[in-house]
């Protein structure tokens, strides 16, 4: 992996092959020159606070999805924040808070939006500096530190399922070696095995019997831990195992903001049971059983914005809690779309959600769900 790193960093002082693949990567869409930017947000809607809403305020963002010098990832959250200052005439700055004077900086700002990347070392800056931002110097944060929390954390967001007696998949987390391997005795195989972090499947694997149990239970127990696919990470001193649902078809995302509800379904390819990150996703109408109960995670959580991901058992006809996260891969303005017509499901009472035809970024929501109360 490091090897393959240094050669792409080589190949890139080639002109030729970085423009080449930099102008791949436009034509797939998955970064946009900065130029165009602006096109590509305002295919969406606008999102405005009602006008008693309108605070006097300064925002931080700090800037995400960089790529190369001109050029965002279509994934980046920044721009969205961005689009929904400007139209509600709300004054903001960038901010750098990877810099030493972090929280100096921090001192004019009552609102600081920061789009965490995934991984385990991002994941521990930022709920350490949003401590000290939301917890002792009472800045609004998005997220703040109950939604960091449980971002990236399947722990800690199964003692929270736990806590609030959520319907989760049947999950084991333990950080007792003994403790685990009675697990192992006792359980019926095949099981789940998760790392506390990871997407698009990484990170996820079927434990077929209790030989592949133990052995994993003796690395993730062992001075050095389990190896992960994070090279500067190690599966040390816990374990997350979870029944195996053999006839779950789908991972069904729903979306929640405030009370507008947004989700698709994602299948696994033939012959797998991991439908994240398989990239077969269909976008069609939810039935209201799955929309509460996300709704309900959402609310638990104390979220402006959480996607939760369900599965249903057929067999026990039931929806069960597969994760939830905070911040997602957002590649449009078209997060639910019935019969092809992009919109979103207004709550309007438990059990009972209307249809609202428009295209949203869904950050624009998250923000103004964070900001409508200061
Ligand atoms: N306990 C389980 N039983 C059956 N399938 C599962 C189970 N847990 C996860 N999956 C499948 O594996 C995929 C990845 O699991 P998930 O926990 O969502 O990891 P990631 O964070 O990588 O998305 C899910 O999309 C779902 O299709
Ligand atoms: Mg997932």
Redesign the pocket.
């Known amino acids: 992996m490091l090897a393959k790193e240094i050669i792409k960093q080589i190949v890139f002082l080639i002109p030729f092959i970085r423009n080449f693949y930099i102008k791949k990567r436009v034509a797939n869409g998955s970064i946009i020159p900065l130029e165009k930017l602006e096109d590509t947000l305002y295919k969406a809607d606008k999102v405005v606070l009602k006008n008693n809403e309108n605070p006097n305020i300064c925002v931080g963002i700090v800037k995400d999805g960089y790529e190369y010098e001109g050029y965002v990832s279509n994934r980046a959250y920044y721009p969205k924040y961005e689009k929904f200052l400007k139209n509600n005439n709300i004054s903001y700055e960038y901010y750098d808070i990877y810099r030493h004077d972090w929280l100096e900086k921090a001192k004019k700002f009552d609102v600081i939006v920061w789009h965490t990347n995934s991984d385990p070392a991002t994941q521990d800056i930022a709920t350490n500096k949003i401590y000290v931002l939301d917890k002792l110097m009472n800045k609004k944060c998005l997220p703040s530190f109950d939604e960091i929390w449980t971002y990236e954390d399947k722990v800690n967001a199964h003692y929270l399922y736990q806590h609030f007696n959520l319907p989760e998949?049947p999950t084991f987390v333990s950080h007792s070696k003994e403790d685990a391997l009675e697990y192992a005795e006792k359980a019926k195989y095949p099981i789940?095995s998760?790392l506390n972090t990871?997407?698009?499947?990484?990170?996820?694997n079927k434990i077929a019997n209790k030989r592949q149990a133990i052995k994993l239970i003796n690395q993730a127990f062992s001075s050095k831990g389990a190896k992960t696919y994070f090279q500067f990470q190690r599966q040390k001193d816990y374990i997350l195992f979870?029944?195996?649902?053999s006839d779950?078809t789908y991972?069904l995302r729903i979306m929640v903001t405030g009370d507008k509800l947004f989700g698709y379904y994602?299948y696994?390819k033939k012959g797998d049971?991991?439908?994240?990150?398989a990239g077969n996703v269909v976008k069609k109408a939810i039935e209201p059983k799955a929309l509460d109960l996300a709704f309900k995670v959402k609310e638990l959580f104390k979220a402006n914005f959480l996607a939760t991901?369900l599965?249903f058992s057929e067999k026990l006809n039931q929806y069960f809690i597969?994760?939830s996260s905070i911040f997602i891969g957002i590649d449009t303005a078209e997060q639910l779309k019935i019969n092809e017509v992009p919109g979103f499901y207004q709550r309007i009472k438990k059990g009972e959600y209307e249809f609202v035809e428009g295209k949203y970024w869904v950050q624009e929501f998250a923000l103004k769900e964070t900001i409508k109360n200061i």
């Open positions: 998949i789940i998760k990871g997407s698009a499947s990484f990170g996820v979870q029944e195996f649902i779950a991972d994602r696994p049971f991991k439908a994240s990150g991901d599965l597969i994760e």
